[in-house]
């Protein structure tokens, strides 16, 4: 008889187990789905994007360019402190004598390099996120940086 006890004490235990065990697995599920489409929420910058700035010149208009690169053009106009804040890694300053990333949107210079782009974008990622002006600045050199070679 008291294996019988023991039987029926074990597949309690099981099915307590189980249940418990299902319950987590349906909290990870809806965890899940619930981070995947939660949309994102656009907070207010801590500190204005415009000031003085160390490139004077104006950001050329968008209106000449496509897609992507207009955006990064709208961009580089509507946030110029925070851009002309940041260090070029297509390494411009040496090769083409620009002050900051700014400069790069001067010209049509920003228009066909992929990381003078890829700087823009992920700075206004940043700012719209509510980074401060250090914090963008501090992403982009680790995103971007690389050891300059001779070209």
């Known amino acids: 008889m008291r294996k019988k006890k023991s039987r029926r004490k074990s597949s309690i235990g099981r099915k307590r187990l189980s249940s418990i065990a299902l319950g987590i697995l349906v909290g990870v599920i809806v965890a899940g789905v619930y981070v995947a489409v939660k949309p994102q929420v656009q907070v207010q910058p801590v500190a204005p994007a415009t000031g003085f700035l160390i490139e004077t010149r104006p950001v050329m208009s968008d209106e000449i360019f496509v897609g992507r690169v207009a955006r990064a053009y709208r961009i580089a106009a509507e946030i ?10 297509c390494y411009c300053k040496k090769n083409h004598q620009h002050k900051t990333l700014l400069t790069c949107y001067t010209s049509r210079h920003g228009s066909k390099c992929d990381i003078c782009l890829g700087e823009v974008f992920y700075a206004y990622e940043l700012y719209n996120q509510g980074k401060t002006l250090d914090e963008i600045v501090i992403a982009v050199d680790k995103k971007f940086y690389r050891p300059y070679r001779r070209a």
Do not use: A, E, H, R
């Open 80 to 89: 110029p402190k925070v851009i002309d804040s940041l260090f070029c890694y």
